[in-house]
């Protein structure tokens, strides 16, 4: 069973930077897609990023093209989001998600349903 643990978030100025990290265990397939979204309560969650740790496929939305860089460290099954030029519409509650036994890194796509997620860990910006 897949875990998925977040952290990194806080309190940050406009302008500021964060990282976060997602830290997965449990994995049983040699290669995922996996993604951050994030959501602000009353609305629908919104898709952040995603990478396939299979190969070097990657994608960030358009509201943070330029701003997030998604990245993941194979070996020590963590993924990160780094955040920088942050916004106080980036404040929202930040989950990563995984969807195993992706094969093909053409299906790891912003659009994927992913099947596992982690709890969140809040980013404020003011």
């Known amino acids: 069973h897949v875990q998925l643990v977040e952290s990194g978030g806080g309190s940050v100025q406009a302008g500021g930077s964060l990282r976060l990290s997602c830290a997965a265990s449990?994995?049983?397939?040699?290669?995922?897609?996996m993604g951050w979204f994030r959501q602000v309560p009353g609305k629908v969650r919104e898709v952040v990023a995603s990478i396939y740790t299979g190969g070097v496929s990657a994608d960030v939305a358009d509201s943070v093209k330029g701003r997030f860089t998604i990245s993941r460290d194979n070996a020590r099954n963590i993924m990160y989001l780094q955040m920088n030029s942050l916004k106080p519409e980036d404040t929202a509650m930040y989950y990563c998600?995984?969807?195993?036994?992706?094969?093909?890194?053409?299906?790891?796509?912003?659009?994927?349903?992913?099947?596992?997620w982690g709890q969140g860990t809040q980013v404020t910006v003011s």
């Open positions: 998600a995984a969807k195993p036994d992706v094969v093909w890194q053409t299906d790891c796509h912003l659009g994927v349903r992913f099947d596992y």
């Open positions: 449990g994995y049983t397939y040699s290669s995922y897609c």
